[in-house]
């Protein structure tokens, strides 16, 4: 099964060779990971997308729970958001083709950010779905290069992540 | 002060009294800071693997951090496989390694590994020191987490040049772990439950491992209270007294068959401080078909639901879960389960095959009874390691040492050196094979060093006797790679060579007084017994199966 796992770290080296390798170590391919700073001065936020196998994933959850620089996991079971964005370079030679590019683009919502005369690039945001129903709906026309963030998520509503002040971890 | 003295500073300030381990170019400042101003027993090992095994005997038995010191590179990753054996038998130890200078870092260096990255899999945490002034939060931090809630090995890589630096930090600093807080105290809820489970259970066992030690009063206090059957892991021999009444054995592959029929008919398990290690469970499908409940306490929750589905989790110090079972306790009308209890006991006693040649067993039995089972065990791995953790009953918690988890051949000598430097006065004997002990045997020169009297016990059956019981059961007979006998070594010429009492024991008759001569000569003693060839270990469960899978003696006996 498709997990989405938030992790709050400290920002130390190493912590995302630490947290990497407990899925590595079990065989998991990570399909995204999106790391970034908070708003909490010394702590990143970490959005991993991993599928695999729920018992499995359940341990590895410990286990990044164990690490000393990690403060905080939650596996977004919850209704949470989900938002990811690409740069999708598509080759752009015709007019017709411009013009129909241009439709796709307006109908995901996407933004050019680099028009040139062979070629073309544009920014598009999303949940991981979306994005790939863009990338698809450009194939025809020759996607040259694609570039996704991987996903950032959050729970919906109350639910925060952020440090307790009493961990249940060793 | 530099970087070298501060390390020491703070080394001294968490009382570490003893350091194991080995010079090398990159930890040098380190060793001239101990020459100048002496203030710790340091144990010079001859190879850092056998440091890192005392450090881990001496932490195993006496409860406290055990310290080691290596180079950079090789000195390093020698520590590799004993930091793996601590972190999976939870021991409490900090490796301090020195790195090439930081502006040599990442170029390949002479002597130059990526320690902190080698290491990260097999430690519980570990550090780079970047800055000088780092150096007493860190060495802090290390011995918190090395010692506190499941315990395991920290370690430090310390370039050259931070420890040359001049240091100008505080050593008055507080460590700074926001995402550390073990759990100590158990919900008092699931407490409750427990209890109330306990009393409604006809056939309870408790199963004791590792983490039951610092636990073992109050956990006896409750065991003769509610006369509970008590089964104890490899880890766990000792936690109650080896020869107590309500004491079966150890449980899995070569365990009792009363503690394995036990746990196959039991409706409830009391796990504390354990793991459900396979060797423990066989088939975890097949795995204790009748439990209704499993309550298990452990203070590291991901071993909670790991292997067995846990109806009463318990996550907390086994000490402090321990001390209110001890409280509440109150006698369980069991008596029916207690008959076929010591039914299964006196049918199927531990098996002692009649031999022409010495046997294991005899061997370490007439040890027991020589010292009344008052005495330090360390073992190497394989079958002489079943054979002491059948036959020997330890008196005390944490005098039985063995390597359980990783299963580190060549664990025992250099354990028992670190079990001896923690217990000066106590007797300490290393029951050994041919195969473990010629993993690690150059720390006979340590043991002549320090006069350190530990007694080897050298069952030398002549193979990889684990290996060829396999190759016997499973193979064919086809014993592959196994045959130790044509080249081993004149052990008692050996340790004469490292200038070490060394004999060679081979009739029954010689047995007693040989059992004496080892433990009455003041000194080191290697004692070699030539014991029976193709012993096996039984009772066995074969890997991946079951209690109803149990073999209880030896096929190749029980069919001629």
């Known amino acids: 099964m498709r997990h989405v796992v938030s992790v709050l770290v400290e920002d130390h080296p190493r912590v995302l060779t630490r947290i990497t390798a407990l899925f590595a170590r079990r065989g998991f391919n990570i399909e995204s990971l999106a790391v970034g700073r908070t708003h909490m001065p010394g702590l990143s936020r970490i959005s991993i997308v991993v599928l695999g196998d729920d018992r499995m994933i359940e341990q590895v959850e410990k286990q990044l729970n164990k690490l000393i620089e990690v403060i905080k996991v939650t596996d977004h079971s919850e209704p949470h958001v989900e938002r990811e964005m690409a740069l999708v370079k598509v080759r752009t030679e015709g007019v017709e083709e411009r013009l129909q590019i241009k439709e796709i683009v307006e109908a995901f919502r996407a933004r050019p950010v680099d028009v040139g005369r062979t070629s073309s690039t544009y920014e598009v945001t999303g949940d991981p779905g979306k994005i790939e129903g863009f990338i698809a709906g450009l194939e025809a026309y020759g996607v040259l290069e694609v570039m996704r963030t991987g996903a950032v998520a959050m729970s919906r509503g109350e639910a925060i992540l952020r440090p307790r002040l009493k961990?249940?971890?060793? | 002060m530099n970087g070298a003295e501060a390390i020491l500073e703070a080394l001294a300030r968490e009382g570490v009294e003893v350091i194991f381990g080995v010079p090398g170019g990159a930890n040098m400042p380190l060793y001239d800071a101990m020459y100048t101003r002496p203030r710790f027993k340091h144990v010079l090992g001859r190879h850092e693997q056998g440091s890192i095994h005392a450090a881990e005997g001496y932490a195993g038995s006496s409860g406290r951090t055990g310290v080691v010191f290596a180079t950079s590179g090789p000195g390093a990753l020698n520590l590799v496989t004993g930091l793996a054996d601590a972190l999976m038998d939870s021991v409490p130890l900090v490796a301090i390694t020195g790195q090439v200078s930081r502006a040599a870092v990442g170029t390949d260096a002479f002597q130059e590994a990526d320690v902190t990255g080698v290491t990260m899999p097999v430690t519980k945490h570990n550090y780079l020191v970047q800055d000088v002034d780092e150096i007493p939060r860190i060495v802090k931090e290390a011995f918190l987490i090395a010692s506190t809630g499941r315990p395991g090995p920290v370690l430090i890589d310390v370039p050259k040049d931070v420890q040359l630096e001049e240091f100008s930090g505080d050593f008055d600093v507080q460590p700074d772990l926001p995402g550390y807080k073990p759990t100590v105290k158990g919900h008092p809820r699931q407490l409750e439950k427990a209890l109330a489970a306990l009393g409604r259970a006809r056939r309870p066992v408790m199963m004791v491992g590792g983490g039951g030690h610092d636990a073992a009063d109050f956990l006896r206090h409750f065991a003769e209270k509610s006369r509970i059957p008590v089964i104890t892991t490899l880890k766990g021999l000792g936690v109650l007294p080896g020869n107590h009444s309500q004491v079966l054995g150890m449980p899995g592959m070569h365990g009792t068959v009363a503690a394995n029929r036990a746990l196959q008919h039991a409706d409830l398990i009391l796990a504390i401080g354990m793991r459900f290690d396979d060797r423990i469970t066989g088939?975890?499908?097949?795995?204790?078909?009748?439990?209704?409940?499993?309550?298990?306490?452990?203070?590291?929750?991901?071993?909670?639901?790991?292997?067995?589905?846990?109806?009463?989790p318990i996550v907390g110090d086994a000490r402090w879960v321990a001390e209110r079972l001890a409280q509440t306790a109150k006698p369980l009308d069991i008596s029916d389960w207690w008959d076929r209890i010591h039914e299964w006991q006196q049918r199927h006693p531990l098996p002692t095959p009649e031999r022409d040649r010495l046997s294991s067993q005899e061997v370490i039995r007439a040890f027991w009874e020589a010292t009344g089972g008052d005495a330090f065990v360390t073992t190497g791995v394989g079958q002489h390691q079943m054979f002491a953790a059948q036959f020997w009953k330890p008196n005390r918690p944490r005098s039985f040492i063995t390597s359980g988890g990783l299963g580190t051949m060549g664990f025992g000598l250099p354990a028992a050196i670190g079990v001896q430097v923690a217990h000066p006065d106590a007797t300490v004997i290393n029951f050994d094979g041919d195969g473990s002990f010629q993993m690690t045997l150059q720390e006979l020169a340590t043991l002549f060093k320090y006069r350190l009297p530990v007694k080897t016990v050298l069952l030398n059956n002549g193979y990889l006797g684990m290996v060829r019981q396999w190759q016997d059961l499973f193979n064919e007979k086809r014993y592959a790679e196994v045959h130790l006998e044509d080249s081993n070594p004149d052990f008692a010429k050996l340790a004469d060579a490292f200038g070490v009492r060394g004999f060679t024991v081979e009739k029954r008759e010689d047995l007693v007084e040989a059992v004496k001569e080892t433990l009455v000569h003041p000194g080191p003693v290697l004692a070699e017994f030539r014991v029976f060839h193709e012993e096996g270990?039984?009772?066995?469960?074969?890997?991946?199966?079951?209690a109803e899978d149990m073999i209880i003696e030896n096929p190749r006996e029980v069919q001629q």
């Open chain 2, 537 to 546: 270990v039984f009772p066995m469960i074969p890997a991946g199966g079951s």
């Open chain 1, 167 to 170: 961990k249940e971890a060793v």
């Open chain 2, 283 to 312: 088939n975890i499908e097949k795995f204790a078909p009748d439990v209704e409940t499993i309550v298990h306490v452990d203070i590291d929750p991901a071993e909670i639901g790991k292997v067995v589905r846990t109806a009463i």
